[in-house]
């Protein structure tokens, strides 16, 4: 769930090959309703290299560590993959842009791209 910051920082920084949508959600606490965002991704074929990620099982269906294929994900500023359940990865650029916010109640990992 996104803040109305947070999601006009991913919009202004986004690349024209990102596909995702935002889901509007009310929130309602101690007697104030805000708005906030549901960030939805539509499914990013093929972004993951298959031979690096590390798998559950050998069906290449349950992923313990995602590795991304380095020419697709250079192109994106921020996505997600089917098997991610729509946790959200960032370019470095997004990364600084939220950074620079000073937004709090983030948390940024690496990611393999190989």
Not at 46 to 63: E, F, G, P, S, Y
Not at 66 to 77: C, G, N, T, Y
Not at 91 to 101: C, E, N, P
Request: proline share 3%.
């Amino acid at each position: 769930m996104c803040s109305e910051r947070l999601m006009n920082i991913i919009e202004t920084n986004k690349s024209v090959f990102d596909r995702f949508q935002w889901l509007d959600a009310m929130v309602a606490f101690k007697g104030e309703i805000r708005p906030y965002y549901i960030l939805h991704f539509y499914s990013c074929d093929n972004i993951l290299d298959n031979a690096a990620t590390l798998w559950l099982n050998t069906r290449l269906k349950d992923v313990v560590r995602p590795a991304f294929k380095k020419e697709i994900v250079r192109k994106h500023a921020i996505f997600s993959y089917k098997q991610g359940s729509d946790i959200p990865y960032v370019s470095l650029s997004m990364r600084t842009a939220i950074i620079d916010a000073k937004l709090d109640g983030i948390i940024f990992e690496s990611a393999r791209v190989v």
